[in-house]
């Protein structure tokens, strides 16, 4: 099983994006979910969790300009970001949120730059 993110792109420090992240899978209800990043040369880092009841956490660097939110309904999991740095410029998955991830996709590219 995999998760597809989607929605990235260029845009100026204090901008904003929302990225998208889908699957087929038919559980998705249940799932425990997050959004990471990964920069050249460092590890992938989860930034931001949403548990199957909605709860969300979030790394110290983002808390207050990131929310994940997520549709059962469409399979869908969100990243909206908001006033956007240029440290935030990665490129962004989406995978389980737990002891076990499924294959990372593709990832979408995030570049923040004036």
């Known amino acids: 099983a995999q998760l597809v993110a989607s929605g990235g792109g260029l845009v100026q420090p204090g901008g904003s994006l929302r990225l998208s992240c889908t699957t087929s899978?038919?559980?998705?209800?249940?799932?425990?979910l997050g959004w990471y990043r990964q920069t050249p040369g460092n590890e992938r880092e989860l930034v931001a969790g949403?548990?199957?009841?909605?709860?969300?956490k979030y790394a110290d660097s983002v808390k207050g300009r990131f929310t994940i939110s997520r549709d059962n309904a469409k399979a869908t999991v969100y990243l909206q970001m908001s006033n956007l740095k240029p440290e935030d410029t990665a490129v962004y998955y989406c995978?389980?949120?737990?002891?076990?991830?499924?294959?990372w996709g593709q990832g979408t590219q995030v570049t923040v730059s004036s």
């Open positions: 949403i548990n199957n009841g909605g709860g969300a």
């Open positions: 995978n389980l949120d737990g002891p076990l991830r499924w294959s």
């Open positions: 899978v038919r559980s998705f209800s249940v799932l425990h």
